[in-house]
């Protein structure tokens, strides 16, 4: 059974731009034609239902696409490719976040063992406490992946190498760090396209100071709280800067506070927030922004690590 591919806000690419001349040539649309379905493209369809005695949703569907003449692809039900509920296996690919304990520091043996049983589990891998050099070199060799990890990064990205094309990259500096209490705290992102749908996507990857919301007291509790809200905000930022540019947005990462929605409802926590990733604590997180083309499928946690983290996976599917 085939569906219809439906365009609404977040859609970007060629349907958006063939989607938005029609509706430019009917003065339906206000402002230029730029391949991003937003609030402006949204106007214009609603403009359209009304003036054809449609229902106006702002969503463009099956009826929509045969009297503009759009051409939108059917997507067929599952079959081939990797296997989960939905999707056709073509955009289906599997978000790790895999703490690898740094302090105390692990034997390399459990290292290398921890590092390819999350490589087993992921197509795209955020990496948490990856200081250690001996850490990296176990990152660098598994094999059909590349990596960002710029030097002294502690928060590296992998991805398959067969899959993805990176099409760009970056750091961003939260907060500095304070001697004896943390380092520095960054995001890391990378632009992924996937190679054979197309489909382009950014993953977001970060690990937040420690201590803030515990119970133990410290002379440094109102830094590390300050600074762990100085982190969320600017990179609640960041995330917003991506959306507008009309991407879908996977974010993996050691948040260390407990249970907690950290960005609110902006996202949606696809691994659970009480996954019991830290023993019964939930500090690590899987999420995604509320993108037209981007669906959770599935989650899970896996708890056969070295680490005193365990990994968390979550399937989606990318069309």
Sequence with gaps: MSTIR????????????????????????????????DAKTRAAVMRFEHRQGFKADGVVGQRISKVLDLGLAT??????????PNGDG????????????????????????????????????GWQEIAPERYRDAIRDLPGFNHFMPKGLQTPIS????????LDSGVERMHNGLAKVSPHRTVAWVKLKNKETGETMIHMNTHLVS?????????????????????????????ERFEKQGHPVTITGDFNRNHFKVFGNKVAYDSGIRAGTHGRSTLDYVMHTRHEALKKLSNRVDPHFASDHNAVVVRYDLD
Excluded: Y
């Design 6 to 37: 439906r365009l609404s806000v977040g859609s970007v690419g060629a349907p958006v731009r063939r989607l938005e001349q029609e509706l430019k040539q009917r003065g339906l649309l206000e402002g230029p034609v730029d391949n991003r379905f």
């Design 211 to 239: 201590g803030a919301w515990n119970s133990r007291h410290t002379r440094s509790d109102p830094w590390r709280k300050a600074m762990w809200n100085q982190h969320m905000e600017k990179m609640g930022k960041l995330i």
């Design 159 to 166: 991805w398959k190498s067969k899959d993805w094309k990176l």
């Design 75 to 84: 997507r067929p039900g599952p079959a081939g490719g990797k296997p989960g």
């Design 90 to 125: 073509k955009g289906v690919f599997d978000v790790v976040s895999m703490n690898v304990k740094s302090n105390p520091e692990m034997s390399q043996d459990k290292v290398i063992r921890d590092v390819r049983r999350a490589a087993k589990a992921g197509d795209i891998i």
